[in-house]
């Protein structure tokens, strides 16, 4: 399993924007699908978006589609997840997970997370 590795997170008011990075901690190629996920305070983890290997097709949740853009650079062996317009809801801490198995597949690896903070 690839060790992944989450920055990017931290304090911002409602309506600022925050990018996410994933990137492995070792030289391990994460070539294949890729996906972020929250957990916000008291609730389950829930998908956030995916991404292809290819990053030709991604998909969102309803709750931030048309806010959050995931993407990745494999010359940089990263994975995005850039969010703009967030609101208060969007406070959690956010994974980024390797799904092998192709688009919205279940997720084989996790990141340790990273918070972010939406202030009102």
């Known amino acids: 399993q690839v060790q992944l590795v989450e920055s990017g997170g931290g304090l911002v008011q409602a309506g600022g924007s925050l990018r996410l990075s994933c990137a492995p901690s070792?030289?391990?190629?994460?070539?294949?699908?890729m996906g972020w996920f929250r957990r916000a305070p008291g609730k389950d983890r829930v998908f956030v978006a995916t991404?292809?290997?290819?990053?030709?097709?991604?998909r969102y949740a309803d709750a931030v589609q048309g806010r959050f853009t995931i993407s990745r650079d494999n010359s940089k062996n990263t994975v995005y997840l850039q969010m703009d317009n967030l609101n208060p809801e969007d406070t959690a801490v956010y994974y980024c997970a390797a799904q092998p198995g192709g688009l919205g597949s279940e997720p084989t690896s996790w990141g340790q997370g990273t918070q972010v903070t939406v202030s009102s």
């Open positions: 070792g030289r391990t190629a994460i070539n294949h699908a």
């Open positions: 991404i292809t290997g290819d990053g030709r097709k991604t």
